[in-house]
């Protein structure tokens, strides 16, 4: 037995080798593996170990420990991916269960913030409800083949759809100081909508001014159609109508008749220009004066 012994331990084998069960070896049934960087792994049954670098493929498939909880203190890169929790996702590079969210400390140290978690609705969340959410990016765009809700609290109160953006029911979109109490857009006095103009020269706006006085600016205001729209009715009509230049009226080559005309009024004005008479209806009869 010491014979046996002194042949094992007392070979030239390098420190921190490892003695192993060697069934080729004839002389004493043992062999040496010489100690390298990395773990001690085994092919299989019936072969001799040797140490190495960590390896995927001397990895097992899974790992059945679930209570593994470790701070690593050096950056680390995982080569497939990372599972956290009960019923994780099946795809991904880090797969999280339902309402498993990523978090991150606050400044202060004093509490952790929510980043992005899949709540029991399969709503995606971002953000905490305490913090602001910022976003560094040049633009925030939307898959427009789908329709995206704008909700909180329950409520929905905007849609996209197909790059169409609507506010939903009684929401209203409020702009600068002093805002408009009601309506659906709500802008400050003075204030102007604004549209490019044809030939992207210049900007025309539609503005209440400070005088209280809704103004036009750059464009001639008219219809969409000539001849099918009024400019008040017989129950709201404009108080005084007031023109730097003159008042167009129609013109016919003869004496007017009330089919000339759109829902024939009493004080309407037809200039006749066979004639030079100026006409008017009064008492639902056309009257005429001629003018030299």
């Known amino acids: 037995m010491i014979s046996l012994l002194k042949r094992l331990f ?51 498939a899974t790992v059945a420990r679930t209570d593994i909880s470790n701070t690593f203190a050096q950056a680390q890169t995982f ?10 996702a099946q795809s991904g590079a880090i797969r999280l269960a339902n309402y498993q969210g990523i978090y991150s400390r606050n400044a202060g140290n004093t509490a952790d913030y929510q980043i992005i978690v899949v709540d029991n609705g399969n709503s995606v969340i ?9 976003t560094q990016g040049t633009s925030i765009n939307i898959n427009s083949s789908i329709v995206t809700y704008l909700s909180a609290g329950g409520t929905t109160y905007a849609q996209c ?19 408009a109490q009601s309506g659906a857009v709500r802008l400050p006095n003075n204030q102007a909508i604004r549209w490019r103009n044809g030939t992207n020269t210049a900007d025309y706006a539609l503005t209440l001014n400070v005088s209280n006085q809704v103004s036009v600016g750059g464009a001639a205001f ?49 200039l006749d220009s066979t004639a030079n008479k100026i006409w008017v209806r009064l008492g639902g009869v056309w009257k005429g004066v001629a003018v030299t």
């Open 10 to 60: 007392d070979g030239g084998d390098a420190h921190g080798s490892v003695l192993v069960r060697d069934t080729t070896d004839a002389t004493d049934g043992g062999a040496w593996v010489p100690s390298a960087p990395g773990v001690l792994t085994c092919a299989g049954a019936g072969s001799l170990p040797s140490f190495g670098p960590i390896t995927t493929a001397a990895l097992p």
């Open 79 to 88: 080569n497939i991916s990372m599972a956290v929790g009960t019923n994780p």
């Open 126 to 134: 971002l953000g905490e409800s305490t913090a602001a959410l910022v």
């Open 161 to 179: 759809n197909s790059n169409v953006f609507s506010l939903l029911g009684s929401v209203t979109l409020a702009v600068g100081t002093n805002p």
């Open 222 to 270: 008219i219809p969409d159609t000539t001849g099918a729209i009024d400019l008040g009715v017989a129950g709201a009509r404009w108080r005084n109508v007031w023109v730097s230049s003159s008042v167009v009226n129609k013109v016919k080559a003869g004496t007017p008749v009330d089919a000339d005309v759109i829902v024939p009024t009493d004080g309407m004005m037809v």
